[in-house]
């Protein structure tokens, strides 16, 4: 089937599941309106008090059709609204009531733009009444010549925006007389006058009407050009200043239909209203599939740290903690990996988290938390810690090197590759001490350190896994018939491509696995990559639709590792935020012994 020509996105998708065009991508000429007005008792919409309906369909400038109707309110009809419309309770007596109306004038709004002068109070009042006879409300389009006049027309055009007022304005055939389908009908003309109008602010489809409808800035539409010819695919778009420096760097699955929601009403921020300002041309990179999209925004981000992105700018300033290579070992915050045998855990984003873990390794087992580069030979003074029982004394040689390694040094070396138990349960025995004697507050700081610790430890076996792969490829189909194929090397993403639909996929895998980059092991968990791209890999490799193709080595993680106390953590995280009341909550330990840990 030959594929639609080429129109202009909108906010709204530009193609539907099967091919055909969207409405909102329709253009003005081609759009079916239908132009309405409701006379009301003027009370509240409370799904009665309409007394008459008009509504005039249109499209391309002829008319369509004609619905008129008076309506029996169900109540007294006040007098100044008959002073206004001229429509009497006598007039009202004999006319149907609004439930049996609706049926007929919904199917005359069925597949049209719904357009109304202060479209606001007519759509609430047909919704309230919907909702209150059953029917539902089909939640159509609706354009206001109110608000368009309001972004098209100046002061100095028309001192205000009343319907009579824009009907003079226009030359319209029928001057609007508080009667519903005079009304409509002037409404009509409006609506073309402000069509005419809108042409010179680059409207052209009706979802470009709807966002010109909306409260935007004069800046957003003065530089809403700067969206123009974007594709409709997944990619990375850049913002770029005069001189050519990224502003400000994004990724989403279709780049057009992202970029101009930045130039509509639902952009509220601040920073992007200036940011917007000071953009001269928008750069689209267009990418394979979704999760390239998202590793290279990544990538741009921390290369040019636009300053108007707020995260992932410098993925380079992550601590770790080390426990260093001495006859006592202690706890270091470090801000690289050296290629040696010490123990690390992380990458933490900031010094403060990487301290708070180390303050619950300290609660947990009895690490020297001095800095002093111990003699085996010549003791020194013990600090207040030794004499409150806090650390075993290794300054004055209380504890020989071997003892001190297997009760300090070993629990947090292993925590941090295989089974981290003993560190998790001396903290949550230790809390759990705390909350019987309600010392609660002890207790919540106590809880923070087990999250900061068993959090990093989670986060680090997991990305372990992976990176410790030399290479890893996977596949996932996508909505069109074709799959999305990735080639991960130590944690990188190293090439991504996607198959033509309904072809065999191998000849793309293996012309991404050709030139796929090359990537050098290193030390660490995350040798290769940032800890966020490698995150992002992780979740889309554990979708349910994800296949493994190849791996030049197995995917696993430690049978007691650190992850099987993700249940806990998520607990103790929600406890934190105030999401889970409860202070303690039981937490199975799937030990041998069937012990229990108890939160």
């Known amino acids: 089937m030959a594929q639609p020509a080429y129109v202009q996105g909108t906010l709204d998708t530009l193609l539907s599941a099967d091919g055909s065009v969207e409405p909102a991508a329709l253009s003005l000429a081609d759009t079916t309106f239908v132009v309405l007005d409701l006379e009301t008792t003027g009370g509240a919409a409370d799904g009665a008090g309409i007394t008459e309906i008009g509504a005039v369909k249109v499209r391309g400038g002829a008319e369509l059709g004609e619905f008129q109707t008076l309506v029996n309110p169900g109540e007294k009809l006040p007098p100044f609204i008959t002073v206004l419309t001229g429509i009497t309770e006598a007039m009202l007596a004999p006319a149907p009531p609004i439930e049996s109306v609706l049926p007929s004038l919904l199917e005359f709004l069925r597949g049209a733009v719904l357009v109304a002068h202060n479209a606001p109070y007519d759509v609430g009042f047909l919704k309230a009444a919907c909702a209150r006879h059953g029917y539902p409300w089909p939640n159509p389009r609706v354009l206001d010549t109110a608000a368009i006049a309001r972004r098209a027309l100046t002061r100095d055009e028309v001192p205000n925006r009343k319907l009579g007022t824009l009907a003079q304005f226009f030359r319209s055939a029928v001057q609007p007389s508080h009667r519903a389908l005079d009304d409509a009908r002037a409404t009509v003309d409006v609506l073309h006058g402000l069509i005419e109008r809108m042409g010179s602010f680059r409207v052209h489809t009706l979802g470009d009407a709807i966002d010109f409808a909306r409260a935007v800035t004069p800046t957003q539409r003065r530089q809403r050009h700067l969206a123009d010819g974007l594709p409709h695919v997944p990619g990375v778009y850049v913002f770029r200043a005069a001189d050519d420096r990224p502003l400000y760097v994004g990724t989403s699955k279709d780049i057009a239909t992202r970029v101009r929601s930045y130039f509509t009403a639902s952009e509220k921020r601040a920073r992007m209203s200036e940011m917007i300002g000071a953009a001269t041309r928008i750069e689209a990179v267009e990418c394979a599939h979704s999760l390239e999209a998202e590793v290279r925004e990544l990538r741009l981000i921390a290369a040019h740290a636009p300053p ?269 935020s105030g999401k889970d009341s409860s202070v303690r909550s039981s937490v199975t330990d799937r030990s041998d012994d069937a012990r229990s840990l108890r939160l």
């Open 308 to 576: 108007y992105n707020r995260r992932s700018k410098y993925p380079d300033r992550v601590v770790w903690l080390k426990l260093t290579d001495e006859p006592y070992p202690r706890l270091s915050v470090v801000r690289s990996l050296a290629d040696d045998n010490a123990a690390y855990l992380g990458p933490f984003s900031s010094r403060r988290t990487a301290e708070l873990a180390a303050a619950g390794v300290y609660d947990a087992v009895p690490l020297r938390q001095c800095t002093h580069k111990l003699s085996l030979r010549t003791p020194i003074a013990a600090c207040a810690l030794a004499e409150l029982g806090k650390c075993p004394a290794p300054c004055e040689h209380k504890i020989t090197p071997e003892e001190y390694a297997a009760s300090a040094a070993l629990p947090f070396r292993t925590a941090t590759h295989g089974d981290p138990e003993p560190v998790i349960r001396a903290l949550v025995d230790r809390m759990e001490s705390l909350s019987e004697r309600r010392r609660y507050e002890e207790a919540a700081t106590l809880r923070s350190r087990l999250i900061a610790l068993l959090r990093a430890t989670v986060r680090m076996q997991r990305l372990a896994g992976v990176t410790r792969i030399a290479e890893m490829v996977a596949a996932r189909r996508n909505d069109v018939g074709g799959w999305e194929i990735v080639v991960v090397r130590h944690g990188r993403l190293a090439a991504a491509a996607t198959s033509p639909p309904y072809e065999h996929p191998r000849p793309t895998l293996d012309a991404a696995r050709m030139t796929a980059e090359t990537v050098l092991p290193g030390p660490g968990p995350v040798p290769a990559a940032s800890a966020e791209e490698t995150e992002r890999i992780l979740a889309w490799l554990e979708r349910p639709d994800t296949r493994l193709v190849e791996t030049s080595g197995d995917w696993v993680s430690p049978v007691r590792g650190a992850a099987r106390f993700t249940d806990l953590l998520n607990r103790a995280e929600a406890a934190a």
